[in-house]
């Protein structure tokens, strides 16, 4: 494992530790902690395929409950994580799990849309995980999933202020720790609030860029993917 994977691990643990340290209000059931007990999915990708400074880091929010949730790697999709990638680990359990949203590791046979759709992109642009991977980066602002008693899924921007203060401090924090890590040039919200999350930290000389969220609830998304985020790339100089 390269000095850079571990540094970029070590920083996972510790914002894992610090979003333990959190609560939240009681219409939220159940809480999943990716970088906890699905550290060993996120160790295996960055073990994989990081080697030292990246020119891109793309952005996303939080863990989708049939992706990261189930892997531990950034819009996981299964078979993207252990077809394309090549990934092969065994996850544990959160400590309250959601009858609705069990997790089942690389066994799971839900689909995770966002994450098809990101990580399809990427294979149809690069090619191999290897090319892409050679300048570019995958992370979540945040890893925590949140769910309802329903189990529907509540996305970070729609916690309280009081709840979104404390969590946004950690998430920054981290997020800091893993630009003066890798280095990049260039850095990507997968949509319109992880840019947001980028801008807010206000580094010098990296230039941030906006890609089309792939979420199968973005009414745009589910008519112009692959169109728009190919011209984004492009713009963005991007694109191979």
């Known amino acids: 494992m390269s000095p850079t994977a571990e540094a970029i691990i070590r920083e996972a643990k510790l914002l894992a530790d610090a979003c333990n340290q959190l609560s939240f209000s009681e219409n939220i ?3 999943y902690n ?9 160790a295996a990708y960055v073990s994989k395929f990081v080697d030292g400074p990246r020119k891109a880091l793309f952005l996303g929010m939080n863990p989708g409950p049939w992706g990261m949730a189930q892997t531990g790697v950034p819009f996981g999709e299964i078979p993207a994580v252990s077809g394309w990638m090549g990934l092969q680990f065994e996850i544990g359990k959160p400590p309250v799990e959601h009858p609705k949203r ?3 590791g690389l066994d799971c046979t839900r ?9 399809g992109l990427f294979a149809d642009l690069f090619g191999s995980p290897e090319v892409f991977f050679s300048d570019n980066f995958v992370l979540n602002y945040c890893p925590l999933s949140f769910m309802l008693e329903s189990g ?4 970070p921007d729609k916690l309280t202020a009081a709840e979104r203060r404390p969590l946004a401090s950690a998430c920054d924090s981290h997020l800091r720790r893993i630009i003066e890590i890798l280095q990049p ?11 947001k999350c980028l801008e807010r930290q206000r580094i010098a000389d990296l230039k941030i860029g906006t890609l089309l969220h792939p979420s199968p609830a973005s009414p ?3 008519k112009h993917w692959h169109e728009r985020p190919h011209r984004q790339l492009k713009e963005l100089g991007l694109a191979p």
Do not use: H, K, M, Q
């Open 102 to 104: 069990p997790v089942e």
């Open 111 to 119: 689909s995770e849309v966002s994450g098809r759709r990101l990580w």
């Open 34 to 42: 990716a970088f906890d007990y699905a550290l060993p999915g996120y």
């Open 185 to 195: 040039e260039i850095a990507v919200g997968v949509g319109g609030w992880a840019t």
């Open 220 to 222: 745009i998304a589910n």
């Open 152 to 155: 529907a899924n509540l996305t």
């Open 29 to 31: 059931a159940v809480v």
